[in-house]
């Protein structure tokens, strides 16, 4: 595929930014000017949806000026076949062609450029540091030092407006010096894609994978508008089902409200999901939003809500996680979870914070895609305290610089409001409007359980004590704090009792909840023991349900377990207190928390205005709400350009994935599927569809598990159960002696 002009019809010399070779032997020439000029457009369009179209234009204009090197070129040539015997000084490693265009930017651009420096530099290795002590990590400081680069093109004939372009960026970055990280992570978003998509169209011939091919989000409100419609008519005159169309109404007509900050507080079993969904669909209709981003919790609830929604739109729905199953995957889907170029996004918290501090290019990739988006978090509540501060900045700017309208969807509101103390100031979101003209009166019709508090908090309950009381109840459910606790229940209790832990795989958990709601429908025994993971999501439908001590917000989510469709005049949902405290850490502080506010009440422990007072003691609890100090690291430098980008992003983990390590286990078909990991290596779609049939440990307990030979490493930074006894068909991963002592969650 060659450039219409490229410059080698002038000079006589042909210029390589890619090489693809046919099926026939021969080669086709991706010309260097021609992609240059490719990706300046598409990031020129990119960066136009947040009025920075100059700043994107030039960064695609310079990203490659490297390549340009003698040494560049003669890299390609002889790595692609192109030309063997091409000569390459210095050795066979790649040859750096990013700097380049980082140093020409600050040499026209002075300050400019070094805004464009961080991306050009970073478009392949990641956003860098401005410095480091560690030089394997090339800090941008050092890498603009070495004129070198800037030498190995001064030689070169490169088309005048390619090097000086007839633009001059005036955009300013948005927010000021507090948004120019986030700005330029944008810009970087904007460079990175452009590139994979030029370069991608050449080497798939011209053809790319196909682009905007899914339905508009009016067509989308449509199917929506008639599915809602069906199911009002077949819904049974219960009061529930009476609160659930009120809540839905008062959604929609919410929707045409200026773009900003929502709140939709509804009990739990209200209608959440469908009434975010229906002010989300028509919100994007009437104000021009481009997609809908629905962002969950948990990835072991996040297929239900998937599910849900791909039944109503069939494939305009794309879920980005790692448990996404191939068989469901399409060309067209896996294109959009890599930059989210779809009409609805379903993901995860972790997959959508931690891109919006991430360094590294195929997790920036999609971020201008968030750009003018209507974004739902469904439990908002749990949003992790160690990283509120720097999350709260980051939705403030996207709401006020970027179009972004946020929908907070839960039944316990947390109390996300700035606030200040002695000595500390919280800068959390103003302006936040309830979509609910009278939640407390939501609260008041939808009361179906009554909930009983432990009337000494100091004094612990045995599981043998708690067991027998189970014992008396034909449907019950148990949510308990550690897969432990869960364990030690269990093999206490009758035989037929479930267990549910994330110590069963993805898989395996699916096939245990379809049963017990099953079990629960034809109103045979169902005793459930269960660790805080059925809380969140999981639509099941108990008489009785018994939470062991914890946060306020997850006893409320327990008890939405309980008499969820009103067939009860009341349920029943009794808090004990557990032999065990909970883990140290954020479920010791929930349960502190919720120990001093209930201690000597007499109020409802379910009263709504009991939670903004649970979040705001539970916050004040927090070590730190930026505890790896994120914003420091964005911030306290960038008036002088100098931003952490890389450090920030290795410390903004919302899940600490450093101590633990996935196994894959024995269940369904997973045997086969390990089978061909061993034989082939991990296949993208092998290890998409293996990531049903693994379980996170502590690495700890992998190292000893291998030395056992219990679990084996199948693959480099691979391990899979290697004897049949680790895993269990009704407990999952099973480990004896010290190791059952691990106070693992979920």
């Not at 024995?666 to 049939?693: A, N, V």
Request: hydrophobic content about 40%; charged content about 25%; some cysteine.
């Amino acid at each position: 595929m060659n450039s219409t002009r490229p410059p080698s019809e002038q000079s006589g010399k042909r210029y390589l930014a890619h090489v693809r070779q046919n099926a026939d032997g021969s080669f086709v020439i991706h010309d260097l000017e021609e992609h240059l000029r490719g990706v300046a457009r598409l990031s020129e369009e990119f960066a136009s949806a947040f009025g920075s179209a100059d700043w994107g234009n030039l960064a695609g204009v310079w990203h490659d000026l490297g390549k340009y090197s003698s040494a560049f070129q003669n890299y390609i040539a002889r790595g692609s076949g192109f030309d063997p015997d091409a000569h390459i000084e210095g050795g066979k490693g790649r040859v750096n062609h990013s700097s380049a265009g980082a140093l020409h930017a600050v040499e026209i651009l002075g300050g400019k450029g070094r805004l464009l420096a961080y991306l050009i530099a970073g478009h392949h290795a990641g956003l860098p540091d401005w410095h480091s002590d560690e030089n394997a990590l090339s800090p941008l400081s050092q890498r603009l030092e070495d004129r070198q680069h800037l030498q190995a093109i001064s030689a070169v004939t490169i088309p005048e407006d390619v090097l000086h372009p007839a633009i001059t960026p005036v955009a300013k970055p948005l927010g000021g010096v507090a948004g120019l990280a986030l700005w330029l992570r944008m810009l970087f978003s904007c460079l990175v894609d452009g590139d994979f998509l030029d370069t991608e169209k050449f080497m798939e011939g011209g053809k790319g994978q196909p682009r905007g091919t899914f339905s508009s989000i009016k067509e989308l409100l449509e199917k929506f508008d008639e599915r809602m419609t069906k199911l009002t008519a077949e819904a049974k005159p219960t009061p529930v089902n009476r609160v659930r169309a009120e809540v839905l109404r008062q959604s929609r007509e919410r929707a045409s409200d200026t773009s900003g900050l929502f709140s939709l507080t509804v009990p739990t079993g209200g209608g959440k999901t469908l009434s975010s969904l229906a002010f989300a669909l028509t919100h994007a209709v009437r104000h021009q939003k481009r997609r809908i981003i629905y962002v969950i919790p948990y990835t072991s609830i996040i297929e239900q809500t998937a599910g849900i929604f791909r039944d109503i739109f069939g494939d305009n729905v794309v879920e980005h996680h790692s448990n996404l199953d191939p068989e469901k995957e399409t060309a067209r889907s896996r294109l959009a979870t890599e930059n989210w170029d779809a009409s609805i996004i379903v993901t995860t918290n972790v997959q959508f914070f931690e891109s919006l501090f991430a360094a590294r290019t195929s997790s920036c990739r999609k971020l201008h895609n968030i750009v003018n988006s209507v974004v739902v978090l469904d439990e908002a509540q749990l949003l992790n305290p160690e990283f509120l501060q720097p999350i709260m900045d980051t939705m403030n700017l996207l709401s006020q610089h970027y179009g972004v309208t946020f929908v907070l969807s839960t039944a316990t509101q947390p109390a996300l409001n700035s606030r200040e103390g002695f000595g500390w100031k919280f800068r959390g979101l103003n302006d936040v409007r309830e979509i609910m003209t009278d939640p407390d009166a939501l609260y008041r019709d939808l009361t179906r359980v009554k909930v009983e508090i432990p009337l000494d908090f100091h004094a612990r309950r045995g599981w043998e004590e708690i067991a027998i009381e189970l014992r008396t109840h034909e449907s019950v459910l148990a949510v308990v704090n550690t897969r432990r606790d869960c364990r030690e229940l269990h093999r206490l209790m009758p035989e037929e009792t479930i267990h549910l832990s994330a110590s069963m795989c993805g898989e395996h958990r699916s096939r245990v909840v379809g049963g017990i709601r099953e079990r629960l429908k034809q109103k045979v025994l169902t005793r459930v023991v269960s660790t805080q993971l059925v809380e969140a999501g999981v639509d099941i439908d108990f008489p009785v349900v018994y939470r062991a001590l914890s946060g306020l917000d997850s006893i409320a989510q327990a008890a939405g377990r309980c008499n969820r469709e009103g067939a009860l005049d009341l349920g029943k949902v009794v808090v004990f207190v557990p032999p065990q405290c909970a883990p140290p850490g954020t479920l010791r502080r929930a349960e502190q928390t919720t120990v001093s506010l209930l201690s000597g009440s007499e109020s409802d422990p379910m009263a709504r205005e009991l939670f903004t007072r649970y979040f705001e003691h539970f916050y004040l609890k927090a070590d730190s709400l930026d505890k790896q100090g994120i914003q420091d690291l964005l911030t306290t430098d960038a008036r002088g350009l100098k931003i952490q980008f890389r450090t920030a992003a290795e410390k903004f983990k919302l899940i600490d994935d450093v101590e633990s390590q996935a196994i894959l286990v024995w269940y369904g078909e997973s045997q086969i599927l390990i089978g061909k990991l061993k034989k082939d290596g991990p296949e993208r779609w092998l290890m998409r569809k293996l990531q049903r049939y693994s379980v996170n440990m502590p690495r700890c307990v992998v190292i000893k598990l291998v030395e056992t030979g219990e679990v084996q490493e199948v693959w480099p930074g691979i391990f899979a159960q290697a004897v049949s006894t680790l895993y269990d068909d009704k407990l999952g991963v099973i480990v004896d002696g010290a190791l059952n002592a691990e106070q693992l969650i979920g």
